[in-house]
């Protein structure tokens, strides 16, 4: 009867229905296939204690705070500073695009908004200064990653919650390898650059470093207050996720203002975005249960102990499992539904919780920009109006790039965590 439930699953998709439901649903089937009906009694029990978490609160906060700050005018003060301080380099505005996301990344947490963002503004000034499109789409994509891998991220929330691991160390853990892979991506930038004579911004068309710094700490409050207070131990993520809040909507109020429907706007995404999350959090935690009941985690230990595979080389196996999922699900689901099955595995190898969140989601986020589903790239494409496949070809090489520094952080793993363990957030 195990047969019935893929061909279950494939048929609730192929109609349309939430991923969520489509998991809960092929989960409850799966229940009665093996034999574990008996158990479902239980089941509401398990879900509401897989999502009784505290951490959870500040992801709903954190969202509305980057939602905010999306629309309160923050792009054009961020865009003028990265502009001021490396906008007279060769290649600039590509260097700009970089560094905006860096920026961008303090803020929304969310690679799909930050392309969406800088979609609108940069790719048109690029494509103004010779710049192709698709290059000016293709840096725009793969610099976007950088926003779930820094503070304060969404994704690196949800597997805190998952894993019952420290959000604050996650946080501080994902700092030095987005600033790693921004290295990557400002090298990888001056290559090009060289090769195709990018242009430069001339003195008169990079605005001055000082007001533009000034014009721009508003927006710099944000990542200031989430990493400071954390570190400093004046608060914990979700007390710095409603600080955050306010902070949006201060410099909301400094740049342009709210409007009605902007508050209206943001708190409805907020909430379109939290409940979908948690409705896959259920779902996974059903599936979660029975794994645990048919002891599918300890088979693939069993399988890795006969493989002789070794922490590093479970570590790649995990690695190439993970890529190949982010490119046809969404982030939140290919944590939920691969995390409980494999990071049991993996911790009894011997490999670091944190540093294992912070490869998976860095791992997951090269999916948003590979075909043939990658969500940045289709955002891109969508603002611009460019050629998907087009601007999927563009892309490969910093996406080797990114998997070069992927490789880094799989063999050292001191890069994720010695800051955690220098500030006192883990051991």
């Not at 192929?14 to 239980?42: E, H, K, M, P, Q």
């Not at 963002?117 to 940069?122: F, G, P, Y």
């Not at 494509?127 to 990653?145: D, L, Q, V």
């Not at 919650?161 to 600033?179: E, H, K, N, R, Y």
Request: hydrophobic share 60%; glycine share 8%; with cysteine.
């Amino acid at each position: 009867m195990i047969w019935l439930v893929p061909i279950a699953a494939i048929a609730l998709l192929a109609s349309g229905l939430a991923l969520a439901y489509v998991i809960g649903g092929a989960t409850v089937l799966a229940f009665v296939a093996t034999d574990n009906a008996r158990y479902l009694a239980i089941l509401p029990q398990k879900v509401f204690s897989q999502i009784s978490v505290f951490a959870l609160m500040a992801m709903p906060l954190f969202i509305l705070a980057g939602e905010l700050m999306n629309r309160g005018g923050v792009t054009k003060a961020l865009i003028d500073m990265s502009m001021a301080l490396v906008g007279r380099l060769r290649g600039g505005l590509g260097h700009v695009n970089i560094m905006t996301s860096v920026f961008f990344a303090g803020i929304s947490g969310s690679a799909v908004a930050d392309a969406a963002a800088l979609s609108n503004t940069l790719v048109p000034a690029m494509k103004e200064r010779g710049y192709s499109e698709t290059y000016a789409g293709a840096i725009t994509a793969a610099s976007a990653i950088i926003g779930p891998i820094v503070p304060p991220s969404i994704i690196l929330i949800f597997y805190g919650a998952i894993m019952q691991t420290s959000v604050a160390a996650l946080f501080v853990a994902g700092i030095l390898p987005g600033l790693l892979l921004a290295v990557a991506l400002f090298i990888m930038n001056g290559y090009f650059a060289w090769r195709d004579d990018h242009p430069r911004l001339s003195r008169e068309e990079a605005p001055a470093i000082l007001p533009s710094l000034v014009t721009a700490l508003p927006a710099l409050s944000l990542p200031l207050i989430i990493v400071g207070g954390i570190v400093l131990g004046w608060m914990t993520p979700t007390e710095a996720a409603v600080v955050a809040v306010f902070a949006a909507l201060a410099a909301g109020a400094f740049y342009s203002g709210f409007t009605r429907s902007d508050l209206y706007e943001s708190l409805k995404r907020t909430a379109i975005l939290t409940g979908s999350i948690f409705m896959i959090l259920c779902a996974i935690s059903a599936l979660g249960h029975l794994a645990a009941l048919e002891r599918i985690p300890q088979a693939i230990s069993d399988l890795v102990d006969r493989m002789g595979l070794g922490p590093v080389g479970f570590l790649l196996m995990m690695n190439l499992i993970f890529i190949i999922a982010g490119m046809v699900l969404d982030i939140a689901v290919a944590l939920a539904l691969l995390v409980p099955l494999l990071a049991p595995v993996a911790l009894a190898n011997g490999i670091d919780p944190v540093h294992l969140g912070i490869v998976v989601c860095f791992n997951l986020s090269i999916g948003l920009v590979s075909p043939p589903l990658g969500g940045c790239l289709l955002i891109v494409s969508t603002v611009t109006g460019m050629n998907y496949w087009k601007l999927a070809r563009a892309v490969l090489p910093f996406v080797i790039v990114e998997i070069i520094v992927l490789l880094v952080l799989v063999f050292v793993p001191d890069i994720s965590l010695v800051l955690p363990r220098a500030m006192g957030l883990w051991q």
